[in-house]
């Protein structure tokens, strides 16, 4: 919470004890952001009391502005306390934000609010909840402003101005036929810059950069991006505009996925709060998975060891450089890993470069070792035990091997799984460096078997 | 590249060939950013003829597309080429894009070119240079429409509608007084909106989220998100709005920042340029710093599994669990700095909630632990050279001990760097993996000597 905030929470919780009429005037200065900090901090009657006490459209902005969980946990009391007061509150909201939070629902809250709602708002949640989890549906907004292709400017403008007060955003208007059939683009900039008596089909752009209703969001999130739009229509099989998604959204889908991303890296599964209102179990259970699989795959370095006893047994010198060997093969898997799964994520390559990456990513890692052999080298002969030509042979090409196995191994595994159609982010870094640990130990120790045996 | 604009590229290269003129013609209908990317495909020369048969405004909306690296090169030929021609396509250049091409050029060709245009377009270059690297400074843009507060709404649109073309955004405006104050913000939705005769200073919103010249791009990008905004004011020591930064460049800033925290999670210097943009060498250079930093680390286990030498000697099964061992702490460090990491780049965590995150990683880090030695325990007894009471006491409260190490210095670390100004994301999972092989080597055989001898 910003810290200007944070000085009126005595004062708001005060007036909701005494009160709760009075918080409406001394929080009317409040960005509904801010004032949504300020909920969070309050406890559950007082959160409840705050959302009763404000005009349905502030309590919609405050919950729409609210943190997921929180916002769940509000509305569902509020719906419990007043189903009524629930029902104008979702009304107010807008239409992606409802769909998201009426999902989280229980099934008989729900049930009871789309009863009781608007037909057409009704119908708008459970159209907008029929599309699946990270696509263009599911985030799109459905109010935006739809304009006859034959309209002039000067009407256009009427029209924008009447219904600005239900959209999302006026500053991109979408030109279409009767049917609703995508003619166009035209801005608030060009309606404003262009002559009263123009047609509309005159003043719009009628290549316009669209997403299908089923488009990945991070597809929309990259086309945002890329051309700097402020808005990107959606499209229906038909070629019919359905929605519009904003760059607020997108900015919050790559917030999201960037930490998403961060966290597959770091074999954590992504939460779906922050840290703080993440519970202690809950956080246990995001992370002891993933923990098991490694501990797991990790048991077959012992294996590993345990079959090459016999070597061990003669030269318990070359255990010593065991930690030092799987972990840079494990570290240089990390980097590469760390590489193709942003250069995937922004699209810079594709599964169908794979031969060319491994490729490189073989020459690299080579290089790679290369220049840390020379480093072991150094340890080698400064230890009397390990100071022998056949030993300096195993480690540094140990080095070499393992190193380049990382890299080749750590860059080719996120595209396999992205031509897979599998989340590339997901074979996590600890996960390739596993891999190469067991890989890695086996190539030392057969290594060792070549020169020192 | 879009695959329909990869169509046009064999028509544009032969247009440039034989006529370059009917380029224009045949791209007219291109997105800047498309025929971007149809422009990185051409060689040398026909790049340099594409931008000079282009209109100059079309040619400095190209040059704004370009990835940065084929910008400078491009540019800098031109510059070469026809110095008239770079100054013209410079002055048709948004400012912030501008400056962070000339930031780039070589001195030379920075001073012959600011030496040519226009005085107010070269001082605004060399005033936007002078900003350090990723603050406010250099990521706005001094292009914005200013009002005055005593204007009227029909007025003030006339005006918007004047300087439109020059501006990045018209969308938000900035009421200010003669002296360059800021007193509030209007939108165009606002003044579309009002009453033509009504005065800004009614319509406007006084409360105006702002940064200060010299905060972090990435507090811009946390604000922007945060509040939904379009265009985020940026202030001068003395509250004069000196620029603003629009919401599709803190799309790019969150881009960039998502992928250099995911490469220094990953042990991999920042790139300055996509994968394959970055020369085979310059990959190397990216990478083996870390990796030589983690391998000499990496020596210390090394010469922590000498100073156990005797114990080992004596219980060479011991041995059978020290990868396992150590990779386990060092998952669950991973896990915990890239928890910590992306809460603090999202603004969920502060450095002054240290205590309170490192008892509760040090809680999770204990639960995580036990659950993972009751896996532990299943292998112990199952191998017969380590079922004993002695070793099950050893192995399963070294588990325990080296995950919750794990999670707590890999929570506590990214913290301390951030209370010290330092970049959270260089205390890369590798790197706290790497300290917890060490110090967990020594909890394991520490607990070895308590139970087993």
Redesign the interface.
């Known amino acids: 919470m910003e810290n200007v905030t944070r000085l009126l929470l005595p004062d708001v919780a005060e007036a909701l004890r005494n009160d709760p009429r009075s918080v409406v005037e001394l929080t009317e200065?409040l960005?509904p952001?801010d004032l949504a900090d300020l909920c969070a901090e309050l406890d559950d009657g007082l959160q409840l009391a705050l959302v009763r006490a404000l005009p349905v459209v502030d309590g919609a902005r405050l919950l729409e502005a609210l943190e997921r969980q929180e916002r769940v946990d509000l509305f569902g009391r509020l719906a419990t306390a007043a189903l009524d007061a629930a029902v104008d509150v979702a009304e107010a909201m807008a239409p992606d934000e409802r769909a998201d939070l009426f999902g989280e629902l229980s099934e008989d809250t729900r049930t009871a609010l789309l009863a009781k709602m608007e037909r057409a708002e009704s119908r708008d949640v459970q159209q907008l909840l029929a599309y699946p989890e990270d696509t263009a549906g599911a985030l799109m907004t459905t109010n935006f402003v739809a304009l006859s292709g034959e309209a002039t400017c000067a009407r256009a403008?009427e029209d924008?101005?009447r219904s600005?007060a239900e959209m999302e955003t006026?500053?991109e208007a979408y030109a279409v036929d009767p049917h609703g059939t995508l003619l166009g683009v035209v801005s608030?900039?060009d309606l404003?810059?262009a002559k009263a008596d123009k047609a509309i089909a005159e003043v719009m752009q009628p290549?316009v950069?669209s997403v299908d209703v089923e488009a990945d969001q991070e597809e929309c999130a990259r086309l945002?991006?890329?051309?700097?739009l402020?808005a990107l229509p959606v499209m229906d099989r038909a070629r019919r505009i359905v929605g519009i998604i904003t760059?607020?959204d997108?900015?919050?889908v790559?917030?999201d996925?960037?930490?998403e991303?961060?966290?597959k890296?770091?074999?954590?599964e992504p939460?779906e709060d922050?840290?703080?209102n993440t519970g202690?179990w809950a956080?246990?259970k995001k992370?002891?998975k993933?923990?098991?699989i490694?501990?797991?795959g990790?048991?077959f370095?012992?294996t590993a060891?345990?079959s090459f006893?016999g070597e061990?047994?003669l030269v318990?010198a070359l255990?010593?450089?065991?930690?030092?060997i799987?972990?840079?093969g494990?570290?240089?898997g990390?980097?590469?890993?760390?590489?193709?799964?942003?250069?995937l994520?922004?699209g810079?390559?594709r599964p169908r470069?794979f031969a060319r990456i491994v490729l490189?990513e073989l020459?690299?890692g080579l290089?790679?070792g290369v220049?840390?052999s020379v480093?072991?080298l150094g340890?080698v002969l400064l230890?009397p035990e390990t100071r022998s030509t056949a030993f300096v042979l195993t480690v540094c090409s140990a080095i070499v091997g393992v190193?380049a196995l990382g890299a080749t191994v750590g860059a080719g595994l996120p595209l396999v799984l992205r031509r897979l159609g599998l989340d590339p982010a997901v074979s996590s870094?600890?996960f390739i460096?596993?891999l190469v640990?067991v890989l890695g130990?086996v190539m030392y120790f057969e290594l060792a078997r070549l020169f020192l045996f």
């Open positions: 200065e960005h952001v403008i924008v101005r600005a006026i500053y608030l900039r404003v810059l290549n950069i945002i991006a890329k051309y700097d402020l760059v607020d997108v900015v919050d790559l917030q996925e960037a930490t991303d961060a966290q890296l770091g074999a954590v939460l922050s840290y703080f202690f956080l246990v992370r002891y993933w923990l098991v490694l501990f797991v990790g048991l370095t012992g060891m345990k006893a061990l047994r318990p255990l010593l450089m065991v930690p030092l799987i972990s840079s494990g570290n240089a990390s980097q590469s890993a760390s590489l193709m799964i942003r250069a994520a922004v810079e390559v470069d490189r020459a690299i290089a790679l220049l840390l480093v072991g340890r230890w190193v870094t600890p460096a596993s640990d130990l």
